[in-house]
């Protein structure tokens, strides 16, 4: 069976392109290889994790490009070039437009480090979720995995895993443990899913 072609998009420190790279690795992930990591910030962590995996990199920026289509534009050259069948958001912190995710229907996957429908949507970012959460003062949190379309966080649900709110968390603890708990788990188990599905689409 033809693997199918992985594009992880991040931005920051990667531990979750690390668990992809680890998943390839331990064969939890065998049915997809990673063939592009794209930063959409220079120096990011991230890009040392793949360069130290081997992976080829990319650095994409808004701030860098003259306007969001030109971004795109710069993002897909480098897709197409990979030729990648399936995009990872892994911490990518950069908005995509209706434009870009139509183009890629179904093709898109998001790591949101809350259970969805609580603490996503516009604003709802890194520890901004779990300081929200904590404010809240839920018991249970967690992470889920969905399919990326024009409404942020609002694409068909892939996976879902809850961890407990500890007494006294602070904002750091709580997304230590949503990421080692859940995260880690379900980003790789999800992305060997689809690319299951696409593997097979391709009939071979
Ligand atoms: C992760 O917790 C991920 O779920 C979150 O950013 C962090 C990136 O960490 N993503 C979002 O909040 C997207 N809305 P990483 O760079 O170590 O993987």
Redesign the pocket.
């Known amino acids: 069976m033809l693997k199918t072609k992985i594009a992880v998009l991040?931005?920051?420190?990667?531990?979750?392109?690390q668990a992809l790279i680890d998943a390839q690795k331990d064969g939890v992930l065998r049915s997809g290889e990673i063939v592009l990591v794209i930063s959409g910030v220079e120096g990011a962590y991230?890009l040392t994790r793949a360069e130290n995996a081997g992976i080829p990199t990319a650095v994409c920026s808004r701030r860098d490009s003259v306007s969001q289509e030109a971004f795109e534009a710069s993002i897909c050259r480098e897709l197409e070039g990979a030729c990648a069948e399936l995009i990872v958001l892994?911490?990518f912190m950069s908005i995509l437009s209706e434009d870009f995710t139509r183009k890629y229907e179904n093709r898109i996957i998001?790591?949101?480090?809350s259970l969805i429908p609580s603490f996503c949507g516009k604003g709802?970012?890194?520890l901004r979720?779990h300081e929200a959460a904590l404010d809240y003062g839920v018991k249970v949190t967690g992470?889920t995995v969905h399919f990326v379309n024009e409404i942020p966080?609002g694409g068909e649900i892939i996976l879902q895993k809850a961890v407990e709110v500890l007494p006294g968390d602070t904002p750091e603890e709580l997304?230590r443990r949503v990421?080692e708990q859940a995260?880690w788990v379900l980003l790789p188990k999800a992305a060997e899913l689809v690319s299951a599905k696409i593997a097979a689409g391709k009939g071979e």
């Open positions: 991040v931005s920051g420190g990667g531990t979750n392109l991230a892994a911490g998001n790591i949101h480090p709802f970012y890194g979720v992470a966080d997304q990421m995260e």
